[in-house]
């Protein structure tokens, strides 16, 4: 009996430490089957756009317009090469350069009389109203500097406004008065 009973013990023992050992191992519980670590994305890294520059991409004009201080002042900007000027496109870009310093210049129209650009203005906005006599001055030559020194083929600027005679606050020109020629 002694012999059994060592027996006995020993598988005692024996499912004892089988039952400790297989309690020891954490048994998920219901929430934690649901938990997943997040998955592993490989996501591509986007590739950083090229950018080069050719000779001939790009081109410089100069053009004037109007300072935080109220004056006329030389400025250059960068545009691509295929960038065709006109007058009119270098007198809305010049008008739209000077709301950098709270001046707002709305143009009508511009148009072309021979060798002459015609630029009128709207007729309730700068430099024809609400515009000291010497800040209308500086817009007037910005404008028609611009327009004469990037497109030679034009000997003069004309202001109007609503393509009538040009009468501001300050100024009065007649309809086919020339402003600015070289």
């Given at each position: 009996?002694?012999?059994?009973?060592?027996?006995?013990?020993?598988?005692?023992?024996?499912?004892?430490?089988?039952?400790?050992?297989?309690?020891?191992?954490?048994?998920?519980?219901?929430?934690?089957?649901?938990?997943?670590?997040?998955?592993?994305?490989?996501?591509?890294?986007?590739?950083?756009?090229?950018?080069?520059?050719?000779p001939g991409t790009l081109k410089t004009i100069t053009y004037y317009?109007?300072?935080?201080?109220?004056?006329?002042?030389?400025?250059?900007?960068?545009?691509?090469?295929?960038?065709v000027l006109t007058p009119e496109?270098?007198?809305?870009?010049?008008?739209?350069?000077?709301?950098?310093?709270?001046?707002?210049?709305?143009?009508?129209?511009?148009?072309?009389?021979?060798?002459?650009?015609?630029?009128?203005?709207?007729?309730?906005?700068?430099?024809?109203?609400?515009?000291?006599?010497?800040?209308?001055?500086?817009?007037?030559?910005?404008?028609?500097?611009?327009?004469?020194?990037?497109?030679?083929?034009?000997?003069?600027?004309?202001?109007?406004?609503?393509?009538?005679?040009?009468?501001?606050?300050?100024?009065?020109?007649?309809?086919?008065?020339?402003?600015?020629?070289?």
């Amino acid at each position: 009996m002694k012999h059994t009973n060592k027996k006995l013990i020993l598988l005692a023992l024996m499912i004892t430490s089988l039952l400790v050992t297989a309690c020891g191992k954490d048994e998920p519980d219901e929430e934690s089957d649901f938990i997943t670590p997040p998955p592993v994305t490989t996501e591509k890294a986007k590739p950083t756009p090229e950018i080069s520059f050719t000779p001939g991409t790009l081109k410089t004009i100069t053009y004037y317009t109007i300072s935080d201080s109220m004056l006329k002042e030389e400025a250059t900007a960068v545009l691509a090469a295929d960038t065709v000027l006109t007058p009119e496109y270098l007198a809305r870009y010049v008008a739209d350069s000077m709301e950098d310093a709270s001046v707002t210049v709305e143009i009508d129209s511009v148009s072309v009389e021979k060798e002459l650009v015609v630029v009128s203005f709207a007729e309730d906005s700068m430099p024809v109203c609400d515009t000291k006599a010497e800040l209308e001055g500086e817009i007037l030559d910005a404008i028609a500097q611009s327009i004469l020194e990037n497109l030679e083929e034009y000997t003069g600027v004309i202001f109007r406004v609503l393509d009538g005679h040009y009468i501001s606050e300050n100024r009065s020109y007649d309809k086919n008065s020339v402003y600015l020629s070289h």
